[in-house]
């Protein structure tokens, strides 16, 4: 589910201490998820793997934005930008801050081996000094917003039980809706959610919300 997060981080608006910006035509948050076959054969299983194995680049320069939300819709945009490459077994992530000021100059390292270690670091420029995100920590908030440094990490499919909701609609498109929990208590404690809704575009099979 590596794809799954990459292309959440570039395609979501995050919140931050309150409720995320609604995606135009998004479902209202009491909505009631039904488990749904489907009339096209697909189970949630298929729908997660055609979005975690289609468009995989093995190196991805990207510009990011972020959009912290308050509960009392204030914003905090920062401006991110992102490189990504498959390596010698070795996926290597690496985040820079350009804006704003306070977390100008920021950066985040990530290096995944195929056997699933994986080691982050965080350079603090007011510090000048590099922290190391260990374990313990990595349900910890990543720079303030609602993802946490776990997010970043692969997500095999197979930790997770899938099932599928009720097709939608979000801006326009028509998305599979697939809800993904922990198959064990471990993994929970490790990514810290107990489940996880993805609204996944049928034309692109990729998740937009």
Avoid at 176 to 190: G, K, L, M, Y
Wanted: proline share 4%.
């Amino acid at each position: 589910m590596a794809l799954i997060v990459i292309l959440g981080l570039t395609s979501f608006a995050f919140a931050s201490g309150g409720a995320e910006a609604p995606a135009q035509d998004a479902p209202e948050a009491a909505r009631e998820f039904e488990a749904y076959n489907g009339s096209d054969g697909l189970t949630a299983y298929d729908i997660m793997k055609g979005a975690d194995t289609s468009l995989i680049p093995t190196d991805v320069r990207a510009e990011v934005t972020m959009t912290l939300i308050n509960r009392a819709g204030s914003r905090r945009v920062r401006e991110i930008s992102m490189i990504s490459k498959e390596e010698d077994d070795l996926d290597k992530l690496v985040m820079h801050f350009r804006s704003p000021p306070d977390v100008k100059g920021t950066g985040f390292l990530m290096l995944e081996a195929d056997s699933g270690e994986t080691d982050m670091w965080l350079y603090l420029p007011d510090l000048t000094k590099v922290r190391r995100i260990v374990s313990s920590s990595r349900t910890d908030s990543f720079m303030g917003s609602d993802i946490s440094y776990s997010d970043m990490e692969d997500k095999p499919l197979d930790d997770y039980r899938h099932v599928r909701f009720r097709d939608d609609v979000v801006n326009g498109e028509e998305c599979f809706v697939v809800e993904s929990t922990p198959a064990s208590e471990a993994v929970a404690n490790d990514t810290g959610y107990s489940r996880i809704i993805y609204w996944i575009s049928k034309e692109k099979s990729i998740p937009l919300q």
